[in-house]
């Protein structure tokens, strides 16, 4: 097994068992505990994190994967005017224990969204993050709360920053899928995937 391998393997083992939360720092942890310091991608990393999370959870995890975008779908009906965007692990359909479902919105006034989605679920917390992207500061609001029992946060950004971003794992454009793509997507194909083709 070749040196790459090795770490992305043990970094897929510290980010299912939330020993790391972010794909350098596991990579980081997992080089320096094998003593290599070459580094995998994060992409290779995903390929690990996915069989790792397959050999572990087995059928299982496909009925997750379907009961999370189906409780996605149920807030996304509820802000259905935002135009929300499912978008992670639930939407690339290789979420695993754990994981939680990621919805986006872009949406001038948070505490809109929030109150559509008070009409049904409880909100367990709301916070406003600033950050820095390009030279630029950029504002998200975060929504936690929990719908049939998965964990779910929904970002919302202002309308004018809205734009394609590119995933820092995979490489290719977070398009996520809108309610309509959703809907048809549990009807007809609820396990697909959206993984682009690994890179060489």
């Not at 496909?62 to 639930?90: C, D």
Request: contains cysteine.
């Amino acid at each position: 097994m070749n040196p790459r391998t090795r770490v992305a393997i043990e970094a897929a083992r510290l980010l299912y068992h939330k020993r790391a939360t972010e794909y350098i720092d596991a990579k980081e942890q997992a080089a320096s505990s094998l003593g290599i310091y070459t580094m995998p991608s994060n992409f290779e990393v995903a390929v690990e994190l996915d069989r790792y999370a397959q050999e572990l959870e087995g059928s299982e995890r496909y009925e997750r994967v379907v009961q999370m975008r189906k409780a996605a779908l149920k807030v996304m009906r509820l802000i259905s005017e935002s135009e929300p965007r499912l978008i992670g692990s639930v939407w690339r359909g290789t979420a695993h224990k754990g994981s939680d479902i990621d919805i986006i919105v872009f949406h001038n006034h948070p505490h809109e969204v929030k109150d559509k989605i008070t009409e049904a679920y409880e909100v367990l917390g709301m916070d406003t993050e600033t950050f820095n992207k390009g030279g630029l500061l950029f504002h998200s609001s975060h929504i936690r709360l929990e719908v049939e029992g998965y964990p779910m946060e929904i970002v919302v950004r202002p309308a004018s920053e809205k734009e394609q971003e590119r995933c820092e794992i995979y490489g290719d454009i977070k398009k996520g899928i809108g309610l309509h793509g959703l809907e048809k997507l549990i009807k007809s194909d609820p396990l697909r995937r959206f993984i682009p083709r690994r890179r060489s």
